[in-house]
């Protein structure tokens, strides 16, 4: 390592690419950047059509193409969707079996489709735990949408918020710090590419976070409907983000600062 850089606070990944919340005010406006979403309610809209939980999933995965696509057409910049959580292998070893089938399948058929449609694929989560065809087909996919400049389309597999915070934190200690700022564990989490998400939407009626991206949501806009993943289209989009444009987001300022900051801005 260079004086240089010793002095600026030595080595491991450059800063986060995107303003804190908490250190600043983000650039925001009627669009959100970032919209992060929990899918749940696909065991549910089986279990009303009497069907095994798994016709939920494969219904739960046609719902994401289209969820896809609308955010593209809207101008989101990033969506990031929790597929699979760090709990989920609590569930039985069948249903369990079934959600790496699908996901591999959905690896195998989508990512030509995503790349033909400029989308850039991240996967975040801790990946030692799934089957080396299924490592093997995420980086694939990676590689090739890693220059896609249209929207960037995160799936969040095996992640846990408590497991992102401990990786950074592991990394942390690898990297030799004895004192850590916001930035340097911004940096070390698994999504540092992202700005923090405008948005959060949960669907399927439970109003918790389910150990979702812990340190990120701390100024998000939360949104919760009963309307069940695979029921959820570009209307049901559409009127989050409506629910979005109607909230003041003030950032810990008072709503006449915030009046002032957008006047100061137009002038
Ligand atoms: C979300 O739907 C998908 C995953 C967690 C993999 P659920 O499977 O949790 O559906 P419900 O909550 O049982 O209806
Ligand atoms: C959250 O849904 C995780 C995903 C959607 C992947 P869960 O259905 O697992 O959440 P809990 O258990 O109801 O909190
Ligand atoms: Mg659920």
Same mark, same amino acid.
């Given at each position: 390592m260079s004086k240089a850089a010793a002095a600026k606070?030595?080595?491991?990944?450059?800063?986060?690419?995107h303003p804190s919340s908490t250190q600043g005010v983000p650039p925001h406006d009627g669009v959100p950047r970032h919209v992060a979403i929990i899918m749940d309610g696909n065991g549910r809209w089986a279990k009303q059509r009497h069907l095994p939980r798994f016709a939920g999933h494969k219904r739960g995965v046609e719902a994401v193409r289209a969820i896809v696509q609308a955010c593209g057409e809207r101008g989101i910049a990033y969506l990031t969707l929790?597929?699979?959580? !760090?709990?989920?292998?609590?569930?039985p070893a069948e249903e369990v079996a079934l959600l790496m089938q699908l996901f591999q399948a959905a690896l195998a058929s989508e990512a030509e489709k995503l790349h033909a449609n400029k989308v850039r694929l991240k996967v975040v989560g801790d990946?030692?735990?799934?089957d080396a065809k299924i490592r093997h087909a995420i980086l694939q996919a990676e590689n090739l949408t890693a220059?896609?400049?249209?929207l960037t389309l995160t799936i969040a597999a095996n992640y846990g918020g408590r497991w992102d915070l401990l990786q950074a934190f592991n990394r942390l200690l690898k990297d030799g710090k004895t004192e850590v700022g916001e930035k340097d564990l911004a940096a070390r989490l698994?999504?540092?590419y992202a700005p923090e998400p405008d948005l959060f939407i949960r669907t399927g009626g439970e109003q918790r976070v !389910?150990?979702?991206l812990l340190w990120q949501l701390a100024y998000t806009e939360l949104y919760f409907t009963e309307t069940l993943w695979p029921d959820f289209d570009a209307a049901a989009l559409d009127e989050a983000i409506a629910s979005y444009r109607q909230r003041e987001r003030r950032f810990g300022r008072t709503s006449e600062q915030v009046a002032q900051s957008k006047r100061a801005e137009v002038a």
């Open positions: 606070g030595g080595s491991g990944p450059a800063a986060p690419a929790f597929a699979f959580s !760090s709990e989920n292998w609590r569930r990946l030692e735990r799934f220059a896609n400049q249209a698994a999504m540092s !389910s150990n979702f």
